[in-house]
């Protein structure tokens, strides 16, 4: 969807009006949420990318995994190339989990399964654009490997999400629509419910249609919905 402000943003062709109407997907980028500059600009520190959050996001709504929190007073790493490294400018955030990598630290069990997912999406910068360079530290290092396949950038990491984690994503959404739709957070005592909406879901062909009258349907969603009409003072 793109008016003539977001086709600008965009740098492709105007669509001469100022209302959203549909447009083909960007050959750059290509469709859904990971490429929205909305989605982008809201996990940046507002000056620069922050891959960090952009993993942490991922991980916890997409694929229904949020990682845990981090322990109290963690060190920071040294924001600059070591020695034999060209001096005055910072270390990107590949090379920083690489720093981590090296030197063992407690970090890394956390940062092994967020990092990753972030890096990948620094070829965008924080307002969603793209991008070869970043601004004090020279260019744009997007390529890791999760679970040991490479992922060079965003269609890659796209691509993978769609092979490899199809079923964690489904999983994740339909928890994320239960929780939504009964007004609470979830608990063990869902997880069967959980499980019926989720193979109905892909039985559909994941049709969001199948996903909503399923639990529109539901015992829960109905339970203590419905309450008697207010009487007043009448006995």
Request: proline share 8%; aromatic share 8%.
């Amino acid at each position: 969807m793109l008016n003539d402000m977001m086709a600008e943003h965009y740098g492709v062709p105007p669509v001469h009006t100022a209302r959203f109407v549909r447009a083909p997907a960007l050959k750059t980028r290509g469709g859904g949420i990971l490429t929205q500059g909305s989605f982008l600009l809201g996990h940046s520190n507002g000056q620069d990318a922050h891959a960090i959050k952009r993993g942490v996001w991922l991980r916890g709504r997409l694929l229904g995994d949020p990682p845990a929190d981090p322990p109290p007073e963690i060190p920071r790493l040294e924001e600059r190339p070591s020695a034999g490294k060209p001096q005055g400018r910072q270390l990107s955030i590949k090379e920083k989990f690489d720093r981590h990598l090296a030197t063992g630290t407690t970090c890394y069990d956390c940062h092994k399964d967020i990092d990753p997912w972030g890096i990948a999406m620094e070829g965008f910068d924080a307002v969603g654009l793209p991008r070869t360079r970043i601004v004090g530290a020279g260019l744009v290092m997007k390529d890791v490997a999760i679970a040991g396949r490479p992922v060079n950038g965003l269609l890659p990491l796209k691509q993978y999400l769609f092979e490899k984690h199809r079923d964690d994503f489904s999983r994740g959404f339909t928890q994320h629509m239960l929780s939504y739709a009964l007004g609470r957070p979830l608990t063990y005592r869902d997880e069967q419910q959980i499980a019926d909406l989720q193979a109905a879901f892909k039985k559909s062909g994941y049709q969001m249609r199948s996903l909503i009258h399923a639990i529109a349907t539901s015992p829960d969603f109905g339970a203590g919905r419905i309450k008697e009409p207010h009487r007043g003072n009448n006995k």
